[in-house]
């Protein structure tokens, strides 16, 4: 059974930046592209990053392009998301997931998830 622990998460002044992990443990993590979604209250969760099993290829939303960047450790079983310039807009519950199969930006094409890390950015 695949388990993933997200930590990093906390409370950050706008501007302000962050490092997510993400461990795994109970499968073959460097077989799976990884993802990072994220939940902000009253809204549907979204894709934010992913990265290939290689770590050759990645994918971003729009949103976060220039100011986040995710990178993985097949060796530790990590995967990481930096975070920089953050506002207020990005506080939400980071989840970590490990893709199944599908389109990495749809939240459905996921198979496992962690329990989340919460952001929160004030003004």
């Known amino acids: 059974q695949v388990q993933l622990v997200e930590s990093g998460g906390g409370l950050v002044q706008a501007g302000g930046s962050l490092r997510l992990s993400c461990a795994a443990s109970?499968?073959?993590?460097?077989?799976?592209?990884m993802g990072w979604l994220r939940q902000a209250p009253g809204k549907q969760r979204e894709f934010v990053y992913a990265i290939s099993w290689d770590g050759r290829s990645t994918y971003f939303a729009d949103s976060v392009k220039g100011r986040f960047a995710i990178s993985r450790d097949n060796a530790t079983n990590t995967v990481y998301l930096q975070m920089n310039s953050l506002t207020p807009e990005n506080t939400a519950v980071y989840y970590c997931?490990?893709?199944?199969?599908?389109?990495?930006?749809?939240?459905?094409?996921?198979?496992?998830w962690g329990q989340g890390t919460q952001v929160t950015v004030s003004s």
């Open positions: 997931a490990l893709f199944s199969n599908g389109s990495v930006n749809r939240s459905e094409c996921y198979g496992y």
């Open positions: 109970g499968g073959t993590f460097s077989s799976y592209s």
